[in-house]
Nanobody, 126 residues
Framework: EVQLVESGGGLVQPGGSLRLSCAASGFTFGSYDMTWFRQAPGKGPEWVSRISINSGYNTYYVDSVKGRFTMSRDNAENLVYLQMNSLKPEDTAVYYC??????????????????RGQGTQVTVSS
């Protein structure tokens, strides 16, 4: 059974930090591109950060989080992380990790992904 399980969300004050984790199982984790998406209330999914195998495991970020968020993956442990610093209220959303085969579909579209987790809530508020 394929599973992606996110953890680490919560309530944090503006300027604070959180580290999200995503544990993968049931598929060949090291052969899949991994992406973090987020979805704020009333909005569609937005890709936040991704690690692309075909680009040599380069990491990419949406402009709004560059310099604040850091994504990493541990292929030995089938884990993906998202370190989020200097959090802002506009970062409030449900955060999902998702996996897709390299070169398939379009990275910005959640519908292109083979697997996704249930998400973890991140709320940034004073």
């Amino acid at each position: 059974e394929v599973q992606l399980v996110e953890s680490g969300g919560g309530l944090v004050q503006p300027g604070g930090s959180l580290r999200l984790s995503c544990a993968a199982s049931g598929f060949t984790f090291g052969s899949y591109d991994m992406t973090w998406f987020r979805q704020a209330p009333g909005k569609g999914p937005e890709w936040v950060s991704r690690i692309s195998i075909n680009s040599g495991y380069n990491t990419y970020y949406v402009d709004s989080v560059k310099g604040r968020f850091t994504m990493s993956r541990d292929n030995a442990e089938n884990l993906v992380y998202l370190q989020m610093n200097s959090l802002k209220p506009e970062d409030t959303a449900v955060y999902y990790c998702a996996a897709k085969r390299p070169g398939s579909g379009r990275y910005a579209y959640l519908s292109s992904y083979d697997y996704r987790g249930q998400g973890t809530q991140v709320t940034v508020s004073s």
